[in-house]
């Protein structure tokens, strides 16, 4: 009963358009006013110690990061560098960007912020090249995605705290899932320009427009380097890489291509605080709801429903696939890893599921989620930019939902694909 007054008072708040960091707040404070199994003051307790974690202090810095570089020139620079490789190829352009927000998602750790440091730039260029406005949105909201797999990922961190796993193993698992998906989008790309007849670049590939390009985006290409580089050759953690990645985006951003300027940094720190705060209130009326569930013993009984359905792993692995993709569609990524870890990590357990293997196949079912309405992260930004209406674009993304879904299965079914760098 309460495990139904606990979902119920949370999907009623949601329906009601709460936001849901207060709507798992909320039906917290509901549940804990019919059961008094606990005092109201434990909610408070369990919003400031949720946010007392050092690894959690990552996710502050990598926003600031992302919005450094998208106001820096450092996303512009990434894209030419990438064009000049695969402008002259069918769907080039399109490629293009897929390879922007590979390096971009190398730095910054968020979706969202992917598609709003390149999205803006690359939409209208697309559009002005001949490139359907609707098929233009949709592969930066899709490409969007590869933000949060390929480490640094916020959402990894968050997985990493809420599952005792090891942040630095489930940054190196990420690489290869993420560069699959990206590979997935590019051939999609390539076909789709194919098909529609989309124009190519013609400009001529020289050596000296290489080296040109490449020494205008030698700062930012070094990014990636200096913090991957940095956290496995055990210089930096995950955290402090976050904090280099804000100090050197800055430097480069003010001093180097000088498109940040003095009086834009308030306008950079307010938006990346504004973001934090939300994501920090989420995380912590999730984990007082997540609380709640385990206090209520309602993982221990998911699992064993779970697993008293089948006892082969390929079956339990496919529903819960299933169902990652269908809390996804109405649960933010943040709150979705927080409640649901602890009632999954254990069905995994029992499968004998790596920890780390099971924290991709979170990540990525999640990513796939932020391209599905209605609450879709990387969707609502690309609508933002573009101006289309939120159903032309989630048409124009049905192709890329099911390559995903595709990239899904094959991380999911072989391991040997994400434990394999660790």
């Known amino acids: 009963m309460i495990a139904t007054i606990l979902f119920v008072s949370f999907l009623f708040f949601m329906l009601i358009r709460v936001p849901i960091g207060f709507s798992l707040g909320l039906a917290s404070l509901v549940t804990i006013f019919y059961s008094g199994s606990v005092s109201p003051q434990y909610l ?5 110690t949720s946010a007392d974690s050092f690894p959690l202090m990552a996710i502050p810095f990598y926003i600031l990061a992302g919005e450094v570089m998208g106001q820096g020139g450092i996303s512009k620079r990434l894209f030419g560098f990438a064009k000049i490789f695969v402008g002259n190829i069918t769907g080039g352009l399109a490629i293009a960007t897929v390879v922007t927000c590979i390096f971009f998602a190398a730095i910054s750790g968020s979706g969202p912020a992917t598609v709003a440091a390149i999205g803006g730039m690359v939409i209208p260029l697309m559009v002005q090249q001949g490139y359907d406005k609707k098929f233009a949105t949709a592969i930066i909201v899709a490409a969007g995605t590869i933000g949060v797999i390929i480490p ?4 990894m961190v968050i997985y990493g705290v809420s599952a005792s796993a ?37 400009q001529k590939l020289s050596f000296k427009r290489i080296i040109r390009e490449f020494v205008e985006a030698s700062w930012s290409l070094a ?8 956290i496995y050759g055990g210089i930096f953690t995950p955290t402090e890489a976050a904090v280099v990645a804000t100090v050197y985006g800055l430097i480069v951003g003010v001093f180097v291509y000088k498109e940040l300027k003095i009086k834009d940094l308030f306008r950079v720190f307010s938006n990346a605080s504004l973001t934090t705060a939300i994501i920090l209130i989420i995380t912590g009326t999730a984990t007082f709801f997540g609380r709640i569930l385990s206090i209520e013993n309602i993982p221990e009984a998911v699992a064993t429903s779970i697993t008293s359905i089948s006892d082969n792993p390929i079956v339990l692995l496919l529903l819960i696939n299933l ?8 649960m933010d990524v943040i709150a979705s890893i927080i409640i649901l870890t602890p009632i999954l990590i254990p069905v995994a357990g029992a499968i004998g599921v790596d920890p780390v293997h099971f924290g991709i196949i979170m990540v990525v079912n999640l990513a796939i989620a932020l391209i599905t309405p209605p609450i879709g992260g990387t969707l609502f930004v690309g609508v933002g930019i573009s101006r289309l209406s939120i159903w032309e674009v989630s048409k124009a993304v049905v192709p890329m939902f099911f390559l995903m879904v595709l990239a899904l299965m094959i991380v999911t079914y072989l391991p040997q694909i994400n434990v394999f760098l660790p």
């Not at 698992?173 to 993420?178: D, F, K, V, Y």
């Not at 076909?191 to 670049?201: I, L, M």
């Not at 990014?223 to 991957?228: D, E, Q, R, S």
Request: hydrophobic content about 50%; proline content about 8%.
């Open 44 to 48: 408070v307790q369990g919003l400031v």
């Open 152 to 155: 640094p990922s916020i959402p």
């Open 323 to 330: 169902f990652l993709l269908f809390v996804g569609t109405f």
């Open 223 to 230: 990014m990636p380097v200096i913090i991957l580089g940095g």
């Open 166 to 202: 090891s942040i630095g193993d489930l940054f190196l698992s990420g690489i290869i899932p993420g560069l699959l998906v990206g590979a997935l989008l590019i051939f999609y790309s390539y076909f789709h320009a194919k098909v529609h007849k989309y124009p190519k670049e013609n």
